[in-house]
């Protein structure tokens, strides 16, 4: 199946089968990668998490950037933790790096990033002002595939501490993937759009990605609605419940 046509399914939740509940990995106090066998300590993930959930942004910068959780370590130019505002009202989370932000070290900053940029211009934002952005993980998959379920895992602590971090006052996911790493379940975006979702406390919507509306048109005006609806959300003008 062509990348294109896979990615277009993933949207559309027909493929693949996500399973977050993945084989454990070995960790990077081991200075190994790959995943562990039943005998390993399981507690090592618990104990790499709790670490990395104390860490300020100097000690998680350092830790990302010399991260071997995963196998995305091997093909990376650098890990990208993120950009922005530190304080921001607003974090939109994509879903890894690609070719051009694995070289410049910097989300968002390909095709993809200009619709971005577009996309926060038309509500009235701008990258770096009151904006952060951030990606499930941190490291560009090869060929720019889907990041596997392990890669999420591995890197799902980073982003857990970088909001707790930046504290954000609302979180947009990017994507299918991103709202299944903020969600920690199977979704399909279409099925959530328009509802205020929660990530631990903090109101979370989602919408399409948008190297996906580079290549499906017709959902920008979906994508609009969206930013519209997360506006709503932000200003406290909507009064939905989380859900
Ligand atoms: N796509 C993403 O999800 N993140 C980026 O940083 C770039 C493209």
């Known amino acids: 199946m062509s990348r294109r046509r896979d990615s277009v399914l993933r949207e559309m939740g027909l493929a693949p089968l996500w399973k977050l509940r993945a084989p454990a990995i070995a960790i990077e106090a081991t200075g190994t990668v790959g995943q562990v066998g039943a005998s390993a300590d399981p507690s090592g993930q618990a104990d790499r998490a709790a670490a990395i959930a104390a860490m300020d942004w100097d000690e998680l910068r350092a830790s990302v950037a010399g991260c071997r959780a995963c196998e995305l370590c091997r093909a990376r130019r650098q890990a990208v933790l993120g950009v922005g505002d530190l304080h921001p009202d607003w ?21 993809a990033g200009r619709l971005l940029d577009a996309m926060l211009a038309a509500i009235g934002l701008r990258r770096g002002e009151g904006v952060y952005i951030a990606n499930a993980v941190k490291c560009r998959p090869p060929d720019n595939r889907t990041p596997s379920p392990d890669e999420i895992v591995a890197c799902r602590p980073y982003l857990a501490r970088q909001i707790e971090l930046l504290a954000p006052r609302l979180i947009v996911a990017l994507g299918r993937p991103a709202a299944q790493t903020l969600l920690d379940r199977e979704v399909k975006i279409a099925a959530l759009r328009g509802k205020r979702l ?10 399409y990605h948008p190297a996906y509306l580079l290549r499906n048109l017709n ?10 609806f997360a506006r709503a959300v932000q200003r406290g003008a909507n009064p939905q419940a989380s859900q």
């Open 91 to 111: 974090l939109f989370v994509g879903e890894g790096p690609g070719a051009e932000e694995d070289a410049r070290g910097e989300p968002f900053v390909g095709q």
């Open 198 to 207: 929660d990530y631990r406390g903090t109101p979370l919507v989602v919408t």
């Open 219 to 228: 959902d920008k005006a979906r994508a609009w609605e969206d930013l519209c």
